[in-house]
């Protein structure tokens, strides 16, 4: 069978329910395609009709539609939208269709909240808004009780309690299960192995997958030996053994959110004055200081990055909080732990989508959602280079730059 080409491929993409057939078609031309799954194409052309990519490819080889409009990207890169799999969203609707168009100006396309979020909310990942990212979220997490902390969660203190959790988020079809083990510097008990293996069990044969928050060395032991899916967070308490290497290499589907911490150096802050607020940018600046403490609890977690990045353990973008900017600096700090800037950005869009279950994102190709972003600047000579944004596309239109929503 000939390999079809990307216009007929295009073709048949409109005909299974891409594009309507009197979409506006864009081309953006002479471009630096990163593609999000590890290629790149020097001198490269995007034809967008509508919301879709109908064609993606060398400039030579794309043939734009008769009428189209052209916009000229020479000496720009172009990459997909970045994927967020871990924040902590606004608790009510209005707040969080804000967080969710802050995204979209950083050039975020989709978030996952974690595990903090009232049910009432959920209904929102079904809705396409102008310029907002998408939104998933694991509902309400687990963990045992921890007074003063968010009550959101459930807080549970048996494997029975546990499981009825898990069938509850299944009934409001979350798309993971999150749970805490973690006793917060000694201060709550945290979710014992049989309470865990309960939960893991229960979310399995309810066709939902598990990611952990976690701590501890012992702990992420003990939840790939129960069957977790997913860290959302890597060890951060000391440097990985071989036991745990030997218990990931037996897991080949895990997904690993490494959630870097700062690494307590001074850095550049100046990209974010033009979006911030005085007093916000200023609030920034306050807490951009070297910090000895926190250069090594960030050299523990970057050692055991570069372990697993080595080891081919899918790595994934996620940021922790609700800080819109805050996936540029994950990906300045994962590479800064060794993964090289075309990992990084793979972790942020194809590793990301295909986690979150995204099928339409991730990548720039024939039939996906025409997220990405135009930098002015190469990211593989310099990850920062993602924050020299020249504009965004969301599902093809361009997003509001001229202010942070």
């Known amino acids: 069978m000939r390999r079809l080409t990307t216009l007929a491929l295009a073709t048949i993409v409109a005909l299974i329910g891409g594009a309507p057939a009197n979409a506006q078609v864009t081309a953006f031309e002479g471009a630096r395609i990163i593609v999000g799954d ?8 995007l034809v967008v009709t509508g919301d879709r990519v109908m064609q993606a490819g060398p400039s030579a080889a794309v043939q734009v539609p008769s009428g189209a409009a052209r916009v000229n990207l020479a000496g720009k890169t172009v990459i997909p939208m970045l994927i967020d799999t871990h924040i902590h969203i606004s608790q009510t609707r209005d707040a969080i269709i804000r967080d969710l168009k802050q995204r979209a100006y950083f050039g975020v396309s989709a978030v996952n909240s974690m595990g903090t979020n009232k049910f009432d909310v959920l209904p929102i990942r079904y809705e396409n808004i102008p310029g907002a990212a998408r939104f998933r979220a694991a509902g309400r997490g687990i963990t045992r009780p ?49 309470m865990y293996g309960a939960i893991i069990d229960e979310a399995h044969k309810n066709g939902l997958r598990v990611t952990a928050h976690i701590f501890t060395l012992a702990d992420a032991k003990g939840l790939l030996k129960a069957g977790v899916d997913a860290f959302a967070h890597s060890v951060r308490d000391r440097d990985v053994d071989d036991e745990y290497m030997a218990l990931v290499r037996q897991r080949p589907f895990l997904v690993v959110n490494p ?16 979006s911030l607020s005085p007093a916000e940018y200023q609030k920034a ?50 590479v800064a732990a ?22 339409e994102a991730g990548t720039l190709e024939p039939g996906k959602s025409a997220d990405f972003i135009v930098l002015d600047a190469n990211p593989l000579d310099d990850i920062k280079n993602t924050r020299r944004i020249n504009a965004v596309y969301l599902r093809g239109s361009a997003v509001d730059r001229s ?3």
């Not at 003063?148 to 009934?171: H, K, M």
């Not at 899918?314 to 909080?321: A, F, M, S």
């Open 285 to 334: 600046e306050a807490e951009n200081k070297d910090d000895p403490k926190a250069q090594a609890f960030y050299g523990i977690q970057a050692r055991n990055l570069a372990k697993l990045n080595a080891a081919g353990v899918k790595i994934v973008l996620g940021t922790d909080g609700n800080t819109p900017w805050a996936p540029h600096v994950e990906m300045e700090d994962m």
């Open 146 to 194: 921890e007074p003063g902390r968010d009550d959101t969660p459930y807080w549970i203190n048996t494997e029975a309690e546990g499981r009825a959790a898990v069938r509850e988020l299944a009934g409001q079809k979350v798309d993971i299960v999150k749970i805490w083990v973690d006793d917060r510097d000694h201060k709550y008990q945290k979710l014992t192995p049989q």
């Open 338 to 359: 060794g993964m090289t800037p075309s990992q990084v950005i793979v972790a942020a869009t194809k590793n990301a989508a295909e986690f979150l279950r995204i099928n």
């Open 259 to 274: 959630n870097l911490p700062p690494r307590g150096v001074r850095t550049d802050l100046t990209w974010l004055k033009a």
């Open 403 to 405: 202010h942070l929503p």
């Open 38 to 45: 590890g290629r790149v194409i020097d001198d490269g052309a």
